[in-house]
């Protein structure tokens, strides 16, 4: 589990009371109140309460992007290992290692379209680096907390193929929340370099991480047809995605509040 621990339920959470209504009302808008997107009403159940159900919503790194009072040093220290976990490495280690993690066809097919998207119309990643730098900031070296992570993502993406779909389709509804929310909270800092960003432009549109986790449905439920997959190992490579998403950026918390 995560090094931070939840307050108990009878703590006061008057400062953070704020920021937990924007991270219920961000998850309102970008994940349940969008028409189902699967034909089978349990992934569709399990994309839109999956990550409800877990607690990832208000965990104390998110709450503390949305509370909007970073120090300008707080924000190179999420910047930093978010770029290099869920955009370097997401982009340059985790999908090149699950396009060879599997041979069939659908799944390679759904990878391939992936990684045209983070190309498209040019290197995600790179886009990010460099917005990270119009802040002011270095991206410098991928540190610990960043490459644990990416590990966690190439054994999820390289497990049982079931497995391996759920987990994807958790990683990109997550994405779809995630990029909601440190875009509301740099909003408020940084206005007007926020405003003309591509690389937010890119992922807030609905052919962003919306239009993604829709492919992950379709491959699911084409292998879910023929037999290829269960709901079960879906289902559990979701919220393994999920879990190992929210321990990343509970570290990142922790490091920051060191
Ligand atoms: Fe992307
Ligand atoms: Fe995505």
């Not at 970008?30 to 994309?47: E, K």
């Not at 707080?74 to 985790?94: C, D, M």
């Not at 900031?137 to 907390?145: A, F, K, L, S």
């Not at 590990?151 to 390289?158: E, N, Q, T, V």
Request: proline content about 4%.
């Amino acid at each position: 589990m995560t090094t931070m621990e939840k307050p108990p339920a009878d703590a006061p959470h008057t400062l953070s009371g704020n920021a937990r209504s924007a991270a219920n009302q961000l998850y309102r808008e970008r994940i349940v109140s969008r028409d189902d997107p699967s034909s089978l009403p349990w992934l569709s159940q399990l994309l839109k309460h999956g990550m409800l159900e877990l607690d990832h919503i208000d965990n104390p790194m998110y709450l503390t992007l949305l509370e909007g009072n970073m120090s300008s040093s707080a924000f190179e220290s999420f910047l930093r290992p978010y770029y290099w976990g869920s955009s370097q490495g997401f982009n340059k280690k985790v999908l090149p290692a699950a396009l060879k993690a599997h041979s069939n066809e659908n799944w390679r097919g759904y990878i391939k379209s992936i990684i045209r998207e983070e190309n498209t119309p040019s290197c995600h990643s790179t886009m990010f680096s460099n917005f990270v730098q119009s802040l002011g900031y270095e991206v410098g070296d991928r540190p610990d907390t960043a490459q644990r992570f990416v590990d966690k993502l190439i054994a999820g993406y390289s497990a049982t193929l079931g497995f391996a779909l759920g987990y994807a389709l958790g990683v990109e509804t997550e994405a779809d929340f995630q990029i909601a929310v440190i875009h509301s909270a740099l909003l408020k800092q940084f206005p007007n370099v926020i405003a003309r960003d591509e690389f937010f432009t890119i992922h807030m549109d609905e052919s962003g991480e919306e239009a993604h986790a829709k492919a992950t449905c379709e491959s699911i439920e084409a292998l879910i047809a023929d037999g290829t997959i269960e709901a079960s190992q879906v289902r559990d490579g979701f919220n393994a995605a999920v879990l190992d998403t929210r321990d990343f950026v509970c570290d990142i918390h922790a490091e920051l509040t060191h």
